[in-house]
């Protein structure tokens, strides 16, 4: 990725905060198996500072959208909404999802999780229908914790899984993940409101949204 290519993708930036357009497909940092992943490309963000921006947090390989880098923050106080093209639809337009879940295997560094049939982590998703096309459903989702694949496996355990998703039950022949993290809002500074960034829908989910 050249430095045009990822200063293109910064969607807000100051002295604090820098938020990306991760593109779908790529990890945000090196795994055990090695390969091209977004963070060794943080050097052209450093913008004159001595050291690249660090990950606030992360997002899984085939998610796109929001991306924070810079300050860290308490989990609790960054709210985020995704969007997910879903198989199906579910039985309220909107609801609470909190199913528990437990990690069920690593393989190759694939981590993969899913509902605990007791104890477990707990794990809360709000969502929303935003629309409905050909079978599937667009849904807003909102993760009130933050636990790895939660939105795919919590999505699944209702019935929808999300378009393109073969790890935890997508049938559709999509190649690529339908999960965007469309919006991010985060405090960044005290008595002033909270910093809200969007971004753009991939394209390979626009065919859904257009009419």
């Known amino acids: 990725m050249t430095p045009e290519e990822i200063e293109s993708r910064l969607l807000y930036r100051d002295a604090l905060m820098l938020v990306l357009n991760k593109p779908a497909g790529i990890p945000v940092h090196k ?19 001595p ?7 992360r997002l899984d390989r085939d998610t796109s959208g929001c991306l924070v880098l810079g300050k860290l923050f308490e989990k ?4 985020k909404t995704y969007w997910a093209i879903v198989e199906g639809a579910p039985q309220k337009p909107e609801g609470i999802i909190d199913f528990p ?6 393989h190759k560094a694939r981590w993969q999780m899913q509902v605990a049939e007791t104890g477990g982590m707990q794990t809360i ?9 050909n079978g599937k459903t667009w849904l807003a989702m909102m993760p009130q914790t933050g636990r790895t694949h939660q939105l795919r496996v919590h999505a699944a ?3 929808c899984p999300i378009v393109g998703d073969k790890i935890y039950g ?7 993940l339908h999960l965007h993290a469309q919006e991010i809002s985060v405090p960044l ?7 809200t960034v969007s971004a753009p829908v991939p394209e390979h989910m626009r065919w859904f949204m257009s009419s």
């Open 31 to 49: 795994g055990t198996g090695g390969g091209d992943n977004l963070e060794q490309h943080f050097t052209h963000l450093q913008f004159g500072l």
């Open 51 to 57: 050291r690249p921006p660090a990950l606030a947090h």
């Open 76 to 79: 609790n106080q960054i709210k």
């Open 101 to 106: 879940l437990e990690k069920k295997s690593q």
């Open 125 to 133: 998703t709000h969502y929303k229908v935003m629309g409905e096309k």
């Open 157 to 159: 355990a209702i019935g």
């Open 170 to 176: 997508s049938k559709e022949p999509e190649k690529m």
């Open 189 to 195: 500074y005290p008595k002033k409101d909270a910093i």
